[in-house]
């Protein structure tokens, strides 16, 4: 399975856009590149998922690089209730397994 | 469309003591997929079951089995429990577990929050 890599913490202001990188440069052609988010105590929740093209949804975008070994999700007006772990995963090539890292702590600030 | 859910909310054991956790998929899921997060980690995957069937599995012991039923609601169980074993266990269910498909995302319950005293 790849491997993610992403910063431990980060803080963003509120309502200025949030920017989440992630590295998954082992990624292979056919694997996808999904993004959760766990708010603390709760079961992670599906934010947006992508191939190599770039993909926006009412929650937020997912910008992945042309060579795939990178990818990064956009809140665009991060709300205090966006507090949360945020980890980058990439789906297992067989089966439909999540393998998650440790993800990054998003801190939105008043 | 009712959510995934899960029971107990919270279980304090003892070593050595067995225990059963309990998973509802979401309506029309017939994947349901386990995983343990320990406290300040991210989500570790147990193992996977598909239409009955478990369809991969992480690196945990036997001592860690599960079940599905045919309304693919599943079971999570652990013998033996260890110290180690405290954590919060969260279900996961999807459609499409089959090998090269069902690109889906999967949809977690609140998870089940288990102390081993």
């Known amino acids: 399975d790849a491997k993610t890599t992403q910063p431990p913490s980060m803080d963003c202001a509120e309502g200025r856009a949030a920017n989440l990188p992630c590295n998954h440069s082992?990624?292979?052609?056919?694997?996808?590149v999904y993004w959760y988010r766990q708010i603390h105590s709760q079961g992670p929740q599906y934010i947006i998922h992508?191939?190599?093209n770039n993909e926006t949804n009412e929650m937020a975008s997912l910008i992945i690089t042309e060579d795939r070994k990178s990818s990064t999700l956009i809140l665009p007006h991060a709300t205090l209730r966006d507090t949360a772990v945020y980890y980058c995963?990439?789906?297992?090539?067989?089966?439909?397994?999540?393998?998650f890292g440790t993800g990054t702590s998003l801190t939105v600030i008043p | 469309e009712t959510g995934v859910t899960q029971s107990p909310t919270h279980l304090i054991k003892t070593r050595g003591q067995q225990v059963t956790l309990r998973c509802s998929s979401q309506?029309?899921?017939?994947?349901v997929s386990w995983y343990q997060q320990a406290l300040g980690q991210g989500p570790q995957f147990i193992f996977q079951?598909?239409?009955?069937?478990?369809?991969g599995r992480g690196n945990f012991p036997p001592r860690f089995s599960g079940l599905q039923f045919p309304n693919y609601s599943s079971e999570l169980n652990v013998n033996a429990l260890e110290l180690d074993d405290s954590a919060l266990y969260l279900c996961?269910?999807?459609?499409?577990?089959?090998?090269?498909?069902?690109?889906?995302?999967?949809?977690f319950g609140p998870g089940t929050r288990l102390t081993v005293l």
């Open positions: 996961a269910s999807s459609l499409g577990g089959g090998q090269g498909g069902g690109y889906n995302e999967q949809f």
């Open positions: 082992t990624i292979s052609g056919n694997e996808y």
């Open positions: 992508g191939l190599k």
């Open positions: 995963i990439v789906r297992a090539n067989t089966g439909n397994q999540f393998y």
């Open positions: 309506s029309g899921h017939n994947t």
């Open positions: 079951y598909y239409r009955e069937e478990e369809n």
